[in-house]
T-cell receptor, first 117, second 114 residues
């Protein structure tokens, strides 16, 4: 299966700081990237969708100025949580998809657990 | 609008029992895909199965089986002879072919006791 990495796997930061999460597709090109957020004991909620080289499309209720997404290359996308607060503590999962879309081409990263003190 | 409902929040069984996880979905699309994922304590999603809306055949893979019934908009998942390693959260998900968003159900937390 396709290999997707996320870095860091865990991060603890102080309130007010920014945190950058990297997502890499190691053996395929990701033309589309989905970012999900999962609060404890809850489901995965889609935050935003980005296509390589384009601005991300954010879901309703997700602040685009707070969650900055960069998808500058076909193998790397980053999510930056700016001025993080305790309520941003969550499990963030990236999901790259290869060109053409479709259910066979969506994969999931191992996730990044963010704790904001 | 699309929606996935997993009414069972938590299920607890004893090892070797069979267990069925329910999934009911809503969509206006005639063409769509349904998925089941397993999320162990580590957090990484494990893909289990994909079924497209035109294929209502039930599927069996080892101790896992899936029952897709379009008439009732259900896609249930059965684990036969459960094992402790099956303890995890299981998500049912829906994706239409027109758009490209995958919608997840709330998940069912399965505890299998030795």
């Amino acid at each position: 299966g396709a290999v997707v990495s996320q870095h860091p796997s865990r991060v603890i930061c102080k309130s007010g700081t920014s945190v950058k999460i990297e997502c890499r597709s190691l053996d395929f090109q990701a033309t589309t990237m989905f970012w999900y957020r999962q609060f404890p004991k809850q489901s995965l909620m889609l935050m935003a969708t980005s296509n390589e080289g384009s601005k991300a499309t954010y879901e309703q209720g997700v602040e685009k100025d707070k969650f900055l997404i960069n998808h500058a290359s076909l193998t790397l996308s980053t999510l930056t949580v700016t001025s993080a607060h305790p309520e941003d503590s969550s499990f963030y999962i990236c999901s790259p998809e290869t060109s053409g879309g479709g259910p066979d081409t969506q994969y999931f990263g191992p996730g990044t657990r963010l704790t904001v003190l | 609008a699309q929606k996935v409902t997993q009414a069972q929040t938590e299920i607890s069984v004893v090892e070797k029992e069979d267990v069925t996880l329910d999934c009911v979905y809503e969509t206006r699309d005639t063409t769509y895909y349904l998925f089941w994922y397993k999320q162990p304590p580590s957090g990484e999603l494990v893909f289990l199965i994909r079924r497209n809306s035109f294929d209502e055949q039930n599927e069996i893979s080892g101790r896992y089986s899936w029952n897709f019934q379009k008439s009732t908009s259900s896609f249930n998942f059965t684990i036969t002879a459960s094992q402790v390693v099956d303890s995890a959260v299981y998500f049912c998900a829906l994706r239409n072919t027109g758009g490209f968003k995958t919608i997840f159900g709330a998940g069912t937390r399965l505890f299998v006791k030795a």
